[in-house]
């Protein structure tokens, strides 16, 4: 494999490189080859790079991006592929990782780095300064090299991305430890963009060879480089005068858990998040901690947290087995295992039988420096202030706090130890995934490689302000939107004490089955929002048929005899796709109101038929319609309709799935009393129960019995959700009366309900001359029609129900052949699906929040312990078995912990 990446520098001899259990293909360099390559590179700058705009270098890094988040791009399968023998890491470690550091180098996580650093377009030309005369721009060096250690994958990518956002030509000396990714990511530049891919080189030489150092970097204006204070000392003077030096030397990093986080139900969850943050590359990464310090006080003791530590790196032994180590490194965490054992009070938890891990718990207070491979040291304090003065020693090299406990002591500690040069505070369990703009060791990425110039007001002739950008109007940074959020936003649901607890998740952008969030972390979102993106995210002609629909028509209502023409060919659209006689609609704003307008309809045909004492509504105890008023009267789930009565009166709650309870409520309430059934065919928020098939037939043939219309409720269940576009008719083979749909209607780009009505119903009130004195402002939005006609095309035009379907059984079978025995139940239909857990409500909380931490966005069943998981229609096969897999990993992390 080859593990170089030279623009403009052929026929260099090459020679193997052993690098772990890999041979790898490195040039043989010369100071002449390295010479010539800086040369070729600032020309290249100067020819494809200097007068490229922000945006597009941006669209380039994202298009790069995007390849590798493709389990089938072959640069990607090549490193997940050679990269675990190159390293040692385990293969799941190395692609999780990847993962990450794709994402950094991504375009939401690089935008988020700009607006944090830099005034908008200050790269572009002069903008308006911040100071409030004149204006300023920004220069970046024309070549930067970069010096990387380590055997860390990934990494190279951010940085190489940031010095081309900054207009420089980047030369890269790769790692002993690692020197093949960097290639491998500067080979996808060139693809996507061929005249980007000629700016960047990457090649290992050796780090002793100060010849080569000076030829590599003799025309440089900044150096960034990683490594041990000595082998940065030793750099330094073969560095050209006046080169900007960045060093990133050695640093400790350390865990600190408050007393308030030692609780039992959340113990197992914490050292999990821990665990991750010791076991990920093996402690190599300098964000690993070194030790871990518990308060005293808590509800658990730090020894308990000690002890649950060990169980949880057990645990990921062996889902990411630590990487063999060489006999010295074996040998000195065996002598440091023997030494701490005759420590008083000292407790060891190690590996069975190996090196893999080790905890000690040391209660004398102190910080000292592990081994690594997993050598952590937990240490009780009495109170989070005394770790300042135990970290003192280690002024000038602490980098990260991974901390666990109130925000507001968080923020305490923080201030107590920047001092020393902690740059970082983070949750725990977040440790290896930095912010993109993150101060790395105190410092802002981009700032100090930056020239910036001037040009003071008034200055006549020099810059003409009609020639200046307009001030940014990009709207606030990543962090400033999470305040804002916290300040002003009251949620849908507003838990107030999880807002305070959790803080804020700002979701900025999506694409395809991933979100990502205004820190630029990605999410795949096997939620769909909130179910409804069926066709995915970042459907340009979805946004293009609003677009054109907005310069047409912007609105216009459909009351009394008006209409659009977007509104009304929806109409005409939907009554093809509905169950036979279904053939009269009315558009409502969302799905709630959707429940609504078919609850007011059954009201009425019976009024118009001469039976104005059919009133009442049948509804089930697990049902969710929604929450305005009459729509959660109907909600049979008591939390959510408790906190807001008294409710709308006529409503009657029966227990689901039993006919027998249904017809005895029928014949309690009087079915001459009885207007409808309101009901969704498979309850999603009550616990995904899935009907028998005969069920739904046997229900219908009761209420026709009655003289009772059924309200479908296919709000979540429709648009291809259930594998079929209406889930009553296609899975059970059953017509309801009035059907209402929202949620897929639109995929969600734009607020769109919508209650179709049988044509015996519409003709009931005909013929009465029955006004339905019912409207919206915004009934039949034309721009929402229009976007709703787009998004019913693309679902029918990639048969995306089959897809549901199919995909549904995939990830069903998936989750029942994962073997966790905390799987209760695996149910579903297509791709809306429930995991039911073996333990008390709420513990489904516990495991969201875990898949949250391994990036991926599920549901759950908020008064039932089901996980529900409803990912977009257009999810790939292997989001699929991605999503497979952390829930089983969330799961059994949770189970270890569960109450039984």
């Known amino acids: 494999m080859d593990a170089f990446w030279l623009p403009g520098l052929a026929g260099v001899p090459t020679r193997t490189l052993r690098v772990g259990r890999a041979e790898l293909t490195v040039p043989d360099l010369t100071p002449a080859h390295l010479e010539h390559l800086s040369t070729t590179l600032l020309e290249n700058r100067r020819r494809h790079l200097a007068g490229r705009r922000t945006a597009e270098i941006l669209a380039a890094l994202e298009a790069v991006a995007a390849r590798w988040r493709d389990p089938s791009y072959p640069l990607r399968r090549a490193a997940e592929e050679w990269l675990p023998a190159v ?50 721009r920004a220069f970046g060096p024309e070549l930067t090299g970069f010096v990387f250690s380590g055997n860390v994958p990934g990494i190279p990518a951010f940085h190489l991305a940031t010095g081309l956002l900054i207009r420089s030509a980047c030369l890269a000396k790769t790692a002993t430890g690692e020197p093949l990714f960097a290639a491998l990511w500067c080979r996808s530049l060139a693809e996507v963009d061929p005249g980007l891919g000629a700016c960047v080189a990457a090649a290992w030489w050796p780090g002793e060879a100060a010849d080569l150092h000076q030829a590599a970097f003799r025309r440089a204006t900044a150096v960034v480089a990683f490594g041990s204070d000595p082998s940065l000392a030793a750099l330094r003077p073969h560095l050209p005068p006046g080169c900007r030096f960045v060093a990133h030397g050695s640093r400790m990093s350390l865990g600190a858990i408050a007393r308030e986080a030692m609780t039992p139900a959340g113990l197992p969850d914490l050292a999990g998040r821990a665990a991750r943050d010791v076991a990920f590359y093996d402690q190599q990464g300098c964000v690993s901690p070194h030790a871990i310090f518990v308060e005293e006080g808590g509800e658990r003791s730090p020894a308990d947290f000690a002890a649950a530590l060990a169980a949880a790196l057990e645990r990921l032994q062996g889902v990411w087995p630590r990487a063999a180590l060489g006999p010295e490194d074996a040998a000195d965490i065996q002598v440091a295992r023997g030494e701490y054992r005759f420590v008083p009070g000292a407790r060891i938890w190690t590996s069975p039988g190996s090196t893999a891990w080790s905890v000690v718990y040391l209660p004398q207070p102190g910080l000292e420096a592990s081994t690594l491979g997993r050598f952590v040291f937990v240490h009780p304090v009495p109170d989070l202030a005394a770790i300042a003065g135990l970290a003192a020693p280690w002024a000038g090299v602490l980098q990260t706090c991974s901390y666990a406990g109130p925000p507001e002591r968080g923020r305490a500690l923080a201030a107590a130890l920047a001092p020393l040069g902690l740059s970082r505070l983070c949750p725990v369990g977040r440790a290896q995934e930095p912010a993109p703009a993150w101060h790395h060791d105190g410092s802002p990425v981009l700032l100090p490689l930056l020239h910036w110039c001037d040009v003071e007001a008034p200055v006549q002739g020099a810059v003409r302000e009609e020639d200046v950008p307009a001030p940014a109007r990009g709207g606030p940074a990543g962090g400033d939107l999470k305040v804002l959020q916290s300040r002003h936003l009251l949620h849908s649901e507003h838990d107030f004490r999880m807002a305070r607890e959790k803080g804020p998740v700002v979701i900025v952008r999506g694409e395809g089955s991933t979100v990502w969030d205004s820190d630029g972390r990605a999410y795949l ?54 169950p036979p006689g279904l053939e009269r ?101 009550g616990g995904v129960t899935v009907p028998p098939p005969d069920y739904w037939p046997r229900v219908r043939a009761l209420l026709d019995r009655h003289g009772v219309l059924l309200v479908a409720d296919e709000v979540l269940t429709g648009m291809g959700r259930c594998g079929t576009v209406w889930c009553l008719e296609g899975v059970y083979g059953v017509v309801p009366d009035i059907l209402a749909t929202a949620k897929g209607l639109t995929s969600g780009y734009l607020p769109l309900g919508a209650t179709i009505v049988h044509r015996r119903i519409a003709g009931a009130l005909e013929a009465a001359d029955l006004p339905f004195l019912h409207g919206h402002t915004y009934s039949g939005h034309p721009v929402a029609c229009a976007v709703a006609l787009a998004a019913v095309d693309i679902l029918l035009r990639e048969d995306l129900p089959r897809r549901a379907a199919e995909l549904g059984a995939r990830l069903m079978d998936r989750l029942r052949a994962a073997g966790n025995p905390h799987f209760a139940d695996v149910r579903g239909q297509g791709l809306l699906i429930g995991v039911a857990l073996p333990w008390p409500d709420g513990t489904q909380f516990r495991v969201e929040e875990a898949c949250f931490r391994r990036g991926v966005i599920i549901g759950v069943c908020p008064y039932t312990p089901v996980l529900m998981l409803t990912p977009p229609l ?10 497979v897999a952390v829930v089983d990993e969330a799961v059994r992390e949770v189970g270890a912990g569960a109450p039984r």
Request: net charge negative; glycine share 12%; proline share 8%.
């Open 874 to 883: 257009t999810i790939r096969e292997e989001e699929v078995d991605r999503l």
């Open 525 to 578: 979102d096997a939620q769909a929002g909130l179910c409804l993106v069926n066709v995915g995210y970042g459907r340009r002609e979805l946004a293009e048929a609003a677009r054109r629909q907005m310069e047409a028509l912007p609105y216009y209502h459909t009351y009394w005899r008006f209409g659009n023409e977007p509104a009304v060919r929806l109409a005409a659209r939907l009554a093809e796709l509905a």
């Open 87 to 136: 390293t040692g890491y385990a293969p799941a470690m190395v692609a999780e990782g990847l993962r990450a550091q794709v994402e950094r180098a991504a375009g939401p996580a690089l935008r988020a780095l700009l607006a944090a650093e830099l005034p908008e377009g200050a790269l572009d030309g002069f903008v308006p300064h911040p100071g409030g005369s004149g204006w300023t």
């Open 585 to 685: 609609v009315y558009f409502t704003p969302g799905g709630a109101e959707a429940v609504e307008v078919g609850i007011k309809l059954a009201r009425a045909y019976h009024r118009a038929r001469g039976e104005p004492g059919r009133h009442k509504i049948l509804a089930f105890r697990n049902a969710y319609h929604g929450s305005t008023y009459g729509a959660l009267s109907a909600t049979g789930l008591a939390p959510h309709r408790d906190p807001f009565g008294p409710l709308v009166p006529g409503f009657v709650h029966v227990e689901p799935g039993d006919l027998a309870a249904l017809e005895a409520a029928l014949a309690a309430e009087g079915p001459e009393t009885v207007a409808a059934l309101v009901a969704e065919p498979i309850p999603a928020v």
